[in-house]
Every structure is written in structure tokens, then in C-alpha cells.
């Protein structure tokens, strides 16, 4: 029973400017909680690989793929968006984030580990197949499920993400695309103000209003994702793990706790256990307040290892 951890020292490097929320802090926050838990020791650490041009084919068109490394800065910030930047280092960052999802796939699929958490920024579900916005520059989850289909091939991957944001970019990749079950939870009304009018038979959105708790959030996953996800049957599921609905977290309005992300863990678990010899690809996403997150990051990995 093994739990991967892919990261890579780039992933620090990339910086939006020094009050930017989406900053290197977070994950030495991570890292840090993780040493000081214990958790750290029974890891398998891993430096993530590179994303090749075909990986990344696999999410987005190859102008925007084009035009981003053009546009990569040799020194400063080219913004790409009202608050996504690059900095010398993002390209190299950002490859590194998508080729994690890829190798944890990889590891997974491989049985090397059971599950696999990619500890990566920039994060990805924002960014669609030829935009980047969010903070997010390539959409590291959907590059790592479209992988499994057709480098693995699997047949049914799903993507689950409880980031209080909606994963509009990913939904934008994979709506329509039979392989592929995409399950979010999300505030609404609320950035990017998408999501509340899906109509793609595999997307499976529920909209939480301003103030949910954590009671309530289950009773969605409950009710809404579990049963969708059981009929499914994912051979691989996919977690888009944001930690920004936490109620410490000021980036919105949300009201979970950490014992939250070990129950939804937990649940995610048992169904991967049911259909997919328990293999899990967690990708952090958003989470901005950096005890909470760190606390959650911790709560999220101790559920793989059981109750
Ligand atoms: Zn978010």
C-alpha cells in the first residue's frame, strides 16, 4: 500500500508577484505539514517529469500551446490574463505540473503506487483547451485523464473536483467525451460564473450556494456524485483537489472543515476500491489560506492510507 508524491523544485520558482494568493508558500506549506505529520517518511517521493507537446496536444490546440512558450519571458511578468502571470520560470513550471498528473497515471497504472498526489502550481482546471485564465495556464487533469484513455487504454476515466471554483476549463476539454465522467461541486453564484447550465451528458455539476457547510457539501457528494460515479465505474478516478472552500480560506464562502476532505477522500476511495483497484490521481488545485491548506493536504493523503 503505497501513496506517491510528485513534485518538482520549478514548481516553487513560478511566482505571480510578491501579494499574489496563488504563491510558492503554499506548497512549502505543504511540504512542511507533511515532514512535521510524519507522512512525508512513508511517501514515495517522486520529481515530477516534463509534459511533451503530444501530452499536451492531448487537452490543448497547438496554437495556444505555441503561443505560450512564445510568449515565456526571459525576465519580469507577461500577463496572460487579469491574474494569471509568467515569470521565467513558469513555462518550465507549468510543463512540470501537467507531466506530474502523466507520470502519476503512469505510477497507478503501473501499480507502483495505489495513489499518487501531484504537489504542483500553477494549478490547472481553469485552463481550457485554448485559454488560460484562473491562475491556470495548461489543465493538468485533463491532460492526465486523456492520457489514461489513450496511452493506457482505459475506457472510463472520472474527474472529481471539489475546488470551491468551477472547473470551467476542464469541463471545456472533456464535455461530450464518452470516456470520461467529469463530477464538480462549486459556489454559485461565483468566479468564473460557469457550470449552472451544463448540458453534456457526462458532466455532473452541483452548484453550492455562499455559506454551504460541510454537512451540506456531503449530502451533494452523497446524493449527487456517489451514485453517478457508481454507475460509471472509472477504471482510474481523477481528483481536482482545490482546498479553497475551507471555511478558514477568504477567497470565498464556503464552510469546510479539514475532517471534510478526509470524509470526501474517504468516499472517493471506497469507489475506487470498488471499480479501480483503488487507483487515485489527486491534483492540487486552489486553497489559499496556508494552515488550512497544509492541515487539508495532510487530512486529504492520510484518507488513502484507510479509516
Ligand atoms: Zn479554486
Redesign the pocket.
Known amino acids: 500500500m503505497s501513496v506517491a508524491y510528485i513534485s518538482h523544485p520549478t514548481c516553487l520558482q513560478h511566482e505571480m508577484g510578491m501579494h499574489h494568493p496563488e504563491q510558492p508558500a503554499r506548497l512549502s506549506a505543504i511540504q512542511d505539514r507533511l515532514v512535521a505529520s510524519g507522512l512525508g517518511m512513508v511517501l514515495l517521493n517522486y520529481d515530477a517529469s516534463v509534459a511533451t507537446d503530444e501530452q499536451l496536444l492531448l487537452a490543448h490546440t497547438r496554437p495556444y500551446i505555441e503561443q505560450v512558450k512564445s510568449v515565456s519571458p526571459k525576465q519580469g511578468h507577461v500577463w496572460l490574463d487579469g491574474d494569471t502571470a509568467m515569470n521565467p520560470h513558469t513555462l518550465d513550471a507549468a510543463l512540470h505540473a501537467a507531466g506530474a498528473v502523466v507520470q502519476g497515471v503512469d505510477l497507478v497504472m503501473a501499480g507502483t503506487a495505489k495513489q499518487a498526489f501531484c504537489a504542483v502550481r500553477p494549478p490547472g482546471h481553469h485552463a481550457e483547451r485554448a485559454v488560460s485564465m484562473g491562475f491556470c495556464i495548461f489543465n493538468n487533469i485533463a491532460i492526465g485523464a486523456k492520457h489514461a484513455l489513450r496511452r493506457h487504454g482505459l475506457e472510463r476515466v472520472a474527474i472529481v473536483d471539489f475546488?470551491?471554483?468551477h472547473g470551467n476549463g476542464t469541463e471545456d476539454i472533456v464535455a461530450g467525451d464518452p470516456g470520461i465522467l467529469f463530477c464538480s461541486t462549486f459556489q454559485h453564484p461565483f468566479y468564473p460564473h460557469s457550470g449552472y447550465d451544463s448540458k453534456a451528458p457526462n458532466v455532473v455539476n452541483i452548484p453550492l450556494p455562499s455559506g454551504t457547510t460541510g454537512s451540506e457539501f456531503r449530502e451533494a457528494v452523497y446524493t449527487g456524485w456517489l451514485p453517478r460515479l457508481r454507475e460509471f465505474a472509472p477504471q482510474l478516478l481523477l481528483i481536482s483537489a482545490?482546498f479553497?472552500a475551507h471555511q478558514a480560506d477568504d477567497m470565498a464562502n464556503l464552510n469546510l472543515i479539514d475532517d471534510d476532505y478526509f470524509w470526501v477522500t474517504r468516499q472517493l476511495c471506497r469507489v475506487a476500491d470498488e471499480c479501480a483497484d483503488g487507483r487515485i490521481v489527486s491534483v492540487l488545485?486552489?486553497g489559499y489560506d496556508l494552515h488550512a491548506l497544509a492541515r487539508s493536504v495532510e487530512a486529504h493523503i492520510k484518507a488513502f492510507y484507510g479509516d
Open positions: 475546488d470551491v471554483h482545490g479553497d488545485e486552489g
